[in-house]
């Protein structure tokens, strides 16, 4: 009995667990077709939608600014080169690079040996010159007195001629008599001739000795100018350039010993192409006289100063192209001859145009602006300037709407997207102009600034003052601690 109800309760197990099992296999199966069902059915297609940036669009007046590089250069500068050879026996305090001079400032000495020699050589032979012309002088006055006695004596032998001839007339006088009368008048004429001939030579002893005095006058002004010559001045006030002096060394003829350049007389060079320069000429096509602002920028700081364009190379150059324009800076403090900085000229305003930034504009000359739906819409346009990051651009039809700021392979014409207005966007937290340092900021940032070598001392003392300011712009702190590793 005990068998048969064991056997009974197996049996029902077993019937159990078959039909779970075929459940279960039932499940799945149905999953399965439920699945393959699925992939066989089609699936809608989704349209994506790319978020873009859109700026709003109206036209106006735009005024391009030009932007180019060129090297600043002195207008005024002086060669200090030896007049003579000889040996530098004096030379002024602070004969250095970059020392200050003034004008007419003695700045060193050649050995005035030779020099005070040969001119005193020159004061003798004037001196003797002088006494020979006094004797000369003295001959002349001695020869014209004798002249006039010998043309006396002629007069009285003529009147003893006139007499002895009337006596003869009479027949008192002899012909004897009369014959020697003519002839002491002709002794006594000749005596004058002879007078004549030594007042003659002693113009002309006059004559020589006043040649001798104007030659020695001359050889006299040539030693007086070799012996100031032995002492270089300063021609103008400025700076020291380029000293090549020591004291006690030889110097050739000619040699050049350094240079004054005056810091206040600047102009840049620089070279433009020439559809730019074009744009910078006057309906005579003369460069016309823009006001330009030039600046450099060195670490921390900018030095920055203002002139005026002033003319236009003759010349293209052999091997070069575009035009080489020269503009000279009335106020450029902390500028130096050699320093190449960035030259900013406004050009004439542009009417109707746009200014956007350079990534809307496409390679094929077109802008996308938003449409119907918010979909694209490819409009061309033409470039007239590029201005660093961004783009003067004319078009038609622009006006009143909204251009993709930001163009990428994804954007096109005909696709939509989701417009991302900045004016609409949640304002950023507004960065302070001006904060507090602490103290041990405060060093370490003009300790940074100490140590920098590069940094012209003007660009130094005025980061300095503004360091010690109780609050310190934002921006300066920024740009010390970027670019000194701060």
Do not use: C
Request: proline share 5%.
């Amino acid at each position: 009995m005990r068998f048969v109800m064991r056997s009974v309760v197996a049996i029902g197990l077993l019937a159990v667990t078959l039909a779970v099992l075929a459940l279960a296999g039932h499940t799945v199966l149905t999953a399965l077709q439920a699945r393959q069902a699925e992939k066989a059915a089609p699936r809608a297609a989704r349209e994506r939608v790319y978020a873009a940036t859109v700026l709003p669009v109206q036209p106006g007046r735009v005024t391009p600014e030009m932007q180019v590089y060129g090297q600043v250069r002195s207008r005024r500068t002086l060669d200090l080169r030896a007049p003579r050879a000889g040996r530098i026996v004096w030379l002024a305090d602070g004969f250095e690079d970059g020392a200050e001079v003034a004008a007419g400032q003695p700045l060193l000495r050649l050995d005035p040996a030779d020099a005070l020699a040969a001119r005193d050589l020159a004061l003798a032979d004037r001196a003797r010159a002088e006494a020979d012309a006094r004797d000369a002088a003295r001959a002349l006055d001695l020869a014209r007195a004798e002249q006039a006695l010998a043309a006396t004596q002629a007069d009285l032998r003529r009147a003893a001629v006139a007499r002895q001839r009337t006596l003869r007339d009479r027949g008192v006088g002899s012909d004897a008599a009369l014959e020697t009368a003519e002839l002491a008048l002709q002794q006594a004429e000749q005596a004058v001739l002879t007078r004549r001939q030594a007042v003659a030579a002693a113009e002309s002893r006059v004559d020589q000795a006043a040649v001798a005095l104007q030659r020695l006058a001359i050889t006299l002004a040539e030693a007086e100018r070799a012996l100031a010559e032995t002492e270089v001045v300063a021609g103008f006030a400025g700076r020291l350039s380029g000293v090549a002096a020591v004291a006690g060394g030889l110097v050739g003829q000619n040699e050049r010993l350094g240079q004054i350049i005056d810091p206040a007389q600047l102009e840049v060079a620089a070279r433009v192409s020439t559809a730019q320069y074009a744009r910078l000429l006057d309906t005579t096509g003369n460069l016309r006289p823009e006001a330009v602002t030039v600046s450099l920028e060195v670490a921390g700081a900018e030095i920055s100063g203002t002139g005026r364009l002033s003319r236009s190379a003759a010349t293209v150059g052999e091997g070069q192209s575009g035009r080489m324009i020269y503009a000279t800076l009335d106020s450029a403090p902390g500028l130096r001859p050699g320093d190449f900085v960035t030259l900013r000229v406004a050009e004439p305003p542009l009417d109707g145009v746009v200014g956007l930034p350079a990534s809307a504009l496409g390679a094929d000359g077109t802008v996308l602006v938003l449409g119907p739906e918010d979909r694209l819409q490819a409009v061309p346009v033409v470039l007239e300037r590029r201005q660093g990051d961004r783009v003067i651009l004319r078009a038609d039809g622009l006006a009143g709407r909204e251009v993709v700021a930001e163009r990428s392979p994804l954007l096109g014409a005909g696709i939509r997207v989701r417009p991302v207005r900045p004016e609409a966007a949640a304002p950023a937290a507004a960065v302070p102009d001006l904060v507090d340092l602490t103290p041990e900021r405060r060093a370490a940032l003009i300790s940074l600034v100490e140590r920098n070598t590069r940094m012209p001392p003007e660009a130094r003392t005025r980061l300095l003052e503004q360091l010690a300011q109780d609050r310190v712009p934002a921006q300066l702190i920024a740009r010390i601690e970027a670019r000194m590793g701060g």
